[in-house]
């Protein structure tokens, strides 16, 4: 998640199917409020894919009140999207997902604490009780597939927060050995230090780089360490030349693709709602970018999703 978030309200028991928030209906970088209009759908894709890195439970756009979940799953589905991960990456996001995932059968689940909740924690002095919960969430079904999103943040999170978000990584990162679950990796702007803890905890056997934002060098040092790079809609935006670099550069089968939904929208629809039916303007860009037929790229994706979380569902 790389956005900030309306404050989310209470969750007692086990969460409805509604979303457990809202996204700010106001750019955080200029004060004015977003277009908040949904896309039209592209063309569909023509082998499915998995959308390896959503948030379904924060809502946008002008329709929240209308759209139902169901209608966001079909949607994705209707353009070659059958099936998503959905990542809930604070306490009411991994409440709700593990609920959802029971009642979607296209639907797995990922629970953490996101990088920049753990600081926020340490000060309320609720870190430990809260990666408790989360330990007992990821443990309590099949369905979760994976641990993350979780790792650093320098860009949102200071200095004074680095200390609470390394101790809360470390503990994802045993959490995902012991439960045998896939670790999703959140790195802003924090490439070394998520390389050195990662070696220092040992990588395990399933390991996403989500949303990967580094350039070829870095690339090269997830992979050495064994794990796929996801790719989200910042490889279609005009200023991402090196990752598009890192992207040509990176073995077929160690790629994945992603929304962070609803950041992150493609071009040319930057700054709208983002959903997991817009995964083929992401595609098209790859495909171009890797030199390889869409279908081929699709195939593969498709094939190392399923690896990369632990089998289909």
């Known amino acids: 998640m790389t956005g900030p978030a309306d404050p989310p309200p209470a969750v007692p028991g086990i969460p409805g199917p509604g979303p457990s928030r809202r ?72 409440r709700w997902s593990v ?9 797995v689940a990922g629970v953490s604490l996101h990088p920049n909740e753990a600081p926020r924690l340490e000060a309320a002095g609720q870190l430990d009780e809260a990666l408790a919960e989360i330990a007992e969430i990821a443990g309590s079904s099949t369905r979760v597939r994976a641990v ?34 896939t670790l999703v990796i959140h790195d802003r702007d924090a490439h070394d230090d998520v ?14 780089m989500h949303c990967f934002s580094g350039g070829a060098d870095f690339a090269a040092a997830c992979l050495d ?40 929208t493609p071009a040319p629809f930057r700054g709208r709602p983002n959903a997991s039916y817009l995964i ?13 037929d869409l279908a081929e790229v699709c195939a593969a994706i498709d094939a190392n999703t399923d690896l990369a979380f632990g089998g289909s569902w």
Request: glycine residues 8%.
């Open 23 to 94: 996204r700010a209906a106001t750019d955080e970088r200029t004060g004015r409020r977003r277009d908040r209009s949904r896309p039209p759908l592209p063309d569909p894709l023509p082998h499915p894919v998995v959308d390896s890195h959503c948030h379904l439970d924060i809502a946008d756009g002008d329709d929240d009140d209308h759209v139902a979940l169901d209608e966001l799953l079909g949607a994705a589905a209707s353009v070659g999207v059958p099936r998503v991960v959905q990542i809930g990456c604070d306490l009411p996001g991994a």
């Open 99 to 107: 609920a959802q995932v029971e009642r979607h059968p296209a639907v």
């Open 148 to 181: 993350g999103e979780t790792g650093l943040d320098f860009f949102r999170t200071g200095p004074e927060g680095r200390a609470a978000q390394e101790r809360s990584f470390r503990t994802h990162i045993r959490l995902a050995h012991q439960l045998a679950k």
């Open 195 to 208: 390389l050195r803890v990662l070696d220092e905890e040992g990588v395990p056997d399933r390991t996403v």
């Open 225 to 264: 360490r064994g794990a796929y790079l996801s790719f989200a809609g910042t490889v279609t935006f005009a200023n991402a030349a090196p990752l598009r670099t890192a992207l040509a550069r990176t073995p077929l089968d160690r790629v994945l693709v992603e929304t962070d939904a609803p950041y992150l």
């Open 280 to 292: 083929p303007c992401t595609l098209r860009v790859m495909a171009d970018t890797l030199g390889h």
